[in-house]
């Protein structure tokens, strides 16, 4: 399996972020998302840290579909593939309505369709060809004026792999079809196969494609507890966390995060902590998140625990472990991510 971890540019100490970037790749990391929420976009430190490393992968995790044109993501993929000489993964992804209406003003509807279409524009853009197409979401060039089919006056040097975030089941049968690789999230590898697994499989059988062709990238926060008593205290607080994922992400209606757990087979809690979540009731709702679920969607626990988790993610199938270490420093979490590319390493070995 390779190793990669996710950073964002919100906040915190850009210096400090570098810092972790750069001894992370001396670590043995594979790749480093840049994550794109509400706060800092994904491309600008993209290209900051394409000039401070060398060896590892960079991605957006993700750059949100509705927030630019296609036209414009393939602008800036292109751009960051060719000064990182080759380095760069596209990660894309469609967000919510939280986000895309109430922060962009952009319609959420369909966002499959723009998925698809979106990725089928950036790839003729980024072959040289001329940008010409007729969709339900996009039509270039724009009809009943002047334009003409334009291509990029760059190309690109290398193939741009394109990964998208999903958790729907009809996104992710999409992924199956037309991405290279699926940046996962709220994973249960015990319930996968009939929560995500099946949906790519399907996606990638209607492409004469299988799972080979797919890069699984999952994510989970990495924290190494050292007895009984400090596990406890991790997964206590981590409850309010997941509470926020379950009640709070998304809108009113759509809460993909909530929609996944509940096909894993926590339904009844999920819709419990949602409720209470949307009622006020935060300490509420994260009483209602057990020690179960934290444990099952992280990789928290002993170090043999730890190990043993990493095994059963490998036999399900993922190919890359996106890891979110814990730690209160910059040392703490490049010790806690260090401990944990040697546990891979290890368990790839057998």
């Known amino acids: 399996m390779r190793t990669s971890t996710t950073i964002e540019a919100s906040g915190g100490n850009w210096r400090e972020t570098v810092d972790f970037v750069t001894e992370a790749e001396k670590l043995g990391l594979d790749v480093c998302w840049v994550a794109e929420a509400w706060g800092s976009e994904a491309p600008s430190p993209l290209g900051y840290l394409a000039a401070r490393t060398e060896r590892m992968l960079l991605g957006s995790g993700i750059i949100q579909l509705a927030t630019r044109t296609p036209a414009a993501i393939a602008r800036a993929a292109i751009t960051l593939?060719?000064?990182?000489?080759?380095?760069?993964?596209?990660?894309?992804?469609?967000?919510?309505?939280?986000?895309?209406?109430?922060?962009?003003?952009?319609?959420?509807?369909?966002?499959?369709?723009?998925m698809r279409e979106t990725v089928e524009i950036v790839r003729m853009a980024a072959s040289g060809e001329k940008i010409a197409y007729e969709g339900r979401e996009f039509t270039l060039p724009l009809p009943g004026g002047d334009a003409r089919p334009m291509r990029l006056s760059m190309a690109a040097e290398h193939e741009i792999p394109v990964y998208l975030a999903t958790l729907s089941p009809k996104m992710l049968r999409l992924t199956g079809e037309v991405a290279d690789g699926w940046l996962g999230t709220s994973f249960v590898p015990e319930g996968a196969k009939e929560a995500y697994f099946d949906h790519l499989d399907a996606g990638l059988a209607a492409a004469g494609r299988t799972r080979a062709d797919l890069d699984i990238c999952q994510g989970a926060e990495v924290n190494f507890a050292e007895d009984e008593d400090s596990l406890r205290t991790i997964v206590?607080?981590?409850k309010k966390e997941?509470?926020?994922?379950?009640?709070?992400?998304?809108?009113?209606?759509?809460?993909?995060?909530?929609?996944?757990?509940?096909?894993?087979?926590?339904?009844?809690?999920?819709?419990a902590v949602r409720e209470r979540w949307q009622s006020g009731d935060r300490d509420g709702a994260a009483g209602l998140v057990t020690d179960d679920m934290v444990l099952a969607t992280t990789l928290i626990g002993t170090e043999d625990m730890v190990r043993d988790r990493l095994r059963?993610?490998?036999?399900?199938?993922?190919?890359?472990?996106?890891?979110?270490?814990?730690?209160?420093?910059?040392?703490a979490?490049?010790?806690?991510?260090?401990?944990?590319?040697?546990?891979?390493?290890e368990v790839d070995r057998g």
């Open 81 to 114: 593939s060719n000064i990182s000489e080759g380095r760069f993964l596209l990660g894309l992804g469609p967000s919510g309505p939280q986000v895309i209406e109430g922060l962009h003003g952009v319609p959420f509807a369909r966002p499959l369709t723009r």
């Open 236 to 238: 206590a607080s981590r």
């Open 242 to 271: 997941l509470a926020f994922s379950l009640g709070g992400m998304g809108s009113a209606s759509t809460n993909f995060y909530n929609q996944a757990y509940s096909r894993q087979g926590w339904a009844d809690v999920a819709a």
């Open 312 to 331: 059963v993610w490998r036999d399900a199938g993922v190919d890359n472990v996106r890891m979110y270490p814990a730690g209160d420093s910059l040392e």
């Open 333 to 345: 979490r490049l010790s806690t991510l260090g401990r944990a590319i040697e546990l891979v390493r």
